[in-house]
């Protein structure tokens, strides 16, 4: 089972009166992905279990397994302390009314402290009654084109579990990005490269007129300079030119002295 | 028609090789969801139009009927600036590699300032190729569950969408950054620029021994396409390239024609 033993907790995912056995299966797939896995379903129109619910789980079966049934909503959050509905569009009520993102970092906040919480999705065909609503402590809809607004209830539960998920992320690294780059060259390196292909462009005359030497070259520096290449990647280069000189050398037709190619040390 | 009239702009959306129809449908409405409309196919397993296709996208047909079909992903990336590689979890690469999030801010202000962009998807089965990540620029993982990262093309699709939404928002609260950089080349000079590199080498005998020319043209483009170079850059090195090979040709110690070196147009 994915992550078992883990002390994971997340928001409930509430599935008001679903419709599709298929839709609750994609529903539990979602949320493993993101690793959520208190699913509740209230009064399920097919009944429960779901042998449609389960072969669209495939491999989130476990999510299928612990989902619980209700008969209506107040009973499928009666252990929550914060209730979040989504809806298509915002409705006229005095809830507060937030995005997704935004309301991913509340819930985190507050799962974080102690809190349980839960998320209510509606029925395939008309969302969550007014009354459903009413239950909830705040409003999140989701920033959809207005003129194609049909977010299906397993992509709405996939983009609240995405930003559960990245509502960790900031949390644990603050806004702070690492970037995963490999160790730059030292400009020692680099010069030794770009002094060498200079001798290249020289020896193939591409200097011309002399008098724009220094312009080009400068332009030359600057393309390649700006690249920012790693010690390996400016090694891979002096390679390749090595191999281009000694072509240029032995002239046309001719074999070169066949030493092997690629990396090579200075 | 969804939004018709309006100048709607963001990145294409690129299927490479996807194999059920309904997927394709679903990947097109995640798109109408959020207003995107430039759905390029890669190869389709089932050929093209796809009647499957239509049936799942229901209320998206117009991005349906606008996508285009492509025979391979350069072809499909061509008239692009900056191409975006969606994988299941990061790669051995030396591309950056970014959470959706800032994929969708940086692609928004790349987008802004009037360089075409494209996020590539992968197959169904297994995804995209090294050689198809090799192609593109930066890589986007999702932040999935490690333990049950199972996220399909339309779910992945909907995410990247979700956060190309996303970064409008937070452009209009003045937060997205855009890039003052100098016109980025089209992706089919860069190709073609490496195209002739790679011939050049051929002929310097660089890649040696054979078995491993794959694997050194793939070090190769990936060191030359995370540089970035600008359209401007890529007209200079294909002209000292130009030279050097017309030196090769020629033998040492010949003049070579002495034409006007710098920047020539291909």
Same mark, same amino acid.
């Given at each position: 089972?994915?992550?078992?033993?883990?002390?994971?907790?997340?928001?409930?995912?509430?599935?008001?009166?679903?419709?599709?056995?298929?839709?609750?299966?994609?529903?539990?797939?979602?949320?493993?992905?993101?690793?959520?896995?208190?699913?509740?379903?209230?009064?399920?129109?097919?009944?429960?279990?779901?042998?449609?619910?389960?072969?669209?789980?495939?491999?989130?079966?476990?999510?299928?397994?612990?989902?619980?049934?209700?008969?209506?909503?107040?009973?499928?959050?009666?252990?929550?302390?914060?209730?979040? +509905?989504? !809806?298509?569009?915002? #409705?006229?009520? $005095?809830?507060?009314?937030?995005?997704?993102?935004?309301?991913?970092?509340? %819930? @985190?906040?507050?799962?974080?402290?102690?809190?349980?919480?839960?998320?209510?999705?509606?029925?395939?065909?008309?969302?969550?009654?007014?009354?459903?609503?009413?239950?909830?402590?705040?409003?999140?809809?989701?920033?959809?084109?207005?003129?194609?607004?049909?977010?299906?209830?397993?992509?709405?539960?996939?983009?609240?579990?995405?930003?559960?998920?990245?509502?960790?992320?900031?949390?644990?690294?603050?806004?702070?990005?690492?970037?995963?780059?490999?160790?730059?060259?030292?400009?020692?390196?680099?010069?030794?490269?770009?002094?060498?292909?200079?001798?290249?462009?020289?020896?193939?005359?591409?200097?011309?007129?002399?008098?724009?030497?220094? +312009?080009? !070259?400068?332009?030359? #520096?600057?393309? $390649?300079?700006?690249?920012?290449?790693?010690?390996?990647?400016?090694?891979? %280069? @002096?390679?390749?030119?090595?191999?281009?000189?000694?072509?240029?050398?032995?002239?046309?037709?001719?074999?070169?002295?066949?030493?092997?190619?690629?990396?090579?040390?200075?």
């Amino acid at each position: 089972m994915a992550g078992e033993g883990l002390e994971a907790v997340g928001p409930a995912i509430v599935l008001v009166e679903p419709q599709l056995g298929e839709n609750i299966g994609m529903v539990a797939r979602a949320m493993a992905n993101f690793d959520l896995r208190d699913l509740r379903i209230v009064a399920p129109r097919d009944g429960w279990p779901n042998e449609r619910a389960r072969a669209a789980a495939s491999g989130a079966i476990h999510v299928i397994d612990a989902a619980r049934v209700f008969a209506g909503v107040e009973e499928a959050v009666a252990d929550l302390t914060y209730v979040v +509905a989504t !809806t298509a569009r915002p #409705r006229d009520s $005095l809830k507060p009314v937030r995005g997704p993102d935004e309301a991913g970092t509340d %819930l @985190r906040g507050r799962i974080s402290a102690g809190q349980p919480a839960g998320i209510l999705f509606g029925r395939e065909r008309f969302g969550l009654s007014n009354e459903e609503v009413g239950l909830a402590d705040e409003i999140v809809t989701f920033p959809v084109n207005p003129a194609f607004a049909s977010l299906n209830i397993a992509q709405a539960v996939l983009l609240m579990s995405y930003e559960w998920m990245r509502s960790g992320e900031e949390m644990a690294k603050g806004r702070a990005h690492v970037p995963t780059e490999a160790p730059p060259a030292e400009k020692v390196d680099l010069y030794r490269f770009l002094d060498h292909l200079e001798g290249t462009l020289d020896t193939a005359q591409y200097f011309h007129p002399p008098e724009k030497r220094t +312009a080009m !070259t400068q332009k030359v #520096r600057t393309i $390649l300079t700006r690249a920012a290449f790693s010690e390996m990647e400016v090694r891979t %280069l @002096r390679g390749m030119l090595r191999h281009i000189e000694r072509r240029m050398k032995a002239g046309p037709g001719k074999r070169s002295n066949g030493a092997p190619a690629g990396d090579e040390t200075a």
